[in-house]
């Protein structure tokens, strides 16, 4: 595979990537397929797929200092693109205390942009969803029941869908009679941003517009995030 054809191949590259060191340390694995492929062609895409992995998958709640530096000498040592340090950089909205990402562009039913700061001064309970997530539309019910009986009035719930159809979108906010603020993300640019793999997905963003709960409790937990947004003051 070591030749100017394998990147036209996503196998290829798959196999070439599977084929380096079991270590799941990035370093690591770059330092394996250098070591072992000399084409520049297939040194840059499969480079781009590990690195790629590596941003998509690593804990940045853990240890965003730690994964940066990784990034960073990765990048140095293999002279890779500085996007994927930009790329990183983007999800350090993950970290609790960090601000509502920005570029995020957010839109009502009416197709109006909605600005996330107006709703500073409040604790935010978001739901991330779509029309077509079996287990996102199975939460609605919870979600709904959990805001009408919420007694916190610090506390404001807001519906994020991820849908790349707005028709489909709109329907099935009808179909569940879904109410109050309902958004959409048709890029997924809030998922991206978040580093979100799998739907749905809560959060809960404090009173200055900064996150609080990176994966908070979903509304069929019941009493426990209940409790959770009960206590929020």
């Known amino acids: 595979f070591d030749n100017e054809y394998a990147p036209m191949f996503f196998t290829a590259i798959q196999i070439i990537r599977d084929d380096l060191t079991t270590s799941s340390v ?3 694995k ?6 072992n492929y000399k084409n520049e062609a297939v040194r840059e895409k499969v480079a781009s ?6 941003i998509s998958h690593y804990k940045y709640s853990q240890d965003f200092a730690g994964g940066l530096e990784v990034i960073k000498k990765a990048t140095e040592e293999y002279s890779l693109s500085d996007e994927f340090i930009d790329e990183y950089m983007k999800r350090k909205a993950t970290i609790p205390g960090s601000p509502f990402p ?9 197709g109006k942009s909605f ?8 604790y935010v309970y978001v739901d991330m969803w779509a029309s077509w997530c079996a287990p996102c539309c199975k939460e609605v019910p919870y979600f709904q029941k959990l805001e009408k009986e919420l007694k916190n009035e610090d506390v404001v719930f807001v519906s994020v869908s991820c849908d790349s159809d707005e028709q489909a979108w709109k329907k099935k906010m009808a179909d569940l009679n879904m109410h109050g603020i309902q958004l959409f993300d048709k890029d997924n640019t809030l998922g991206d941003a978040l580093n979100v793999k799998g739907i749905p997905f809560y959060l809960i963003y404090d009173k200055q517009g900064n996150l609080h709960t990176y994966n908070a409790k979903r509304p069929s937990t019941g009493e426990v995030i209940k409790d959770i947004l009960e206590g929020l003051k």
């Open 30 to 35: 770059l330092s394996s397929l250098y070591e």
């Open 102 to 110: 920005e570029d995020v562009a957010l839109v009502d039913a009416h």
């Open 115 to 122: 600005d996330f700061s107006k709703l500073k001064g409040k």
């Open 49 to 54: 797929v590990i690195v790629g992995d590596f």
């Open 26 to 28: 990035l370093l690591e």
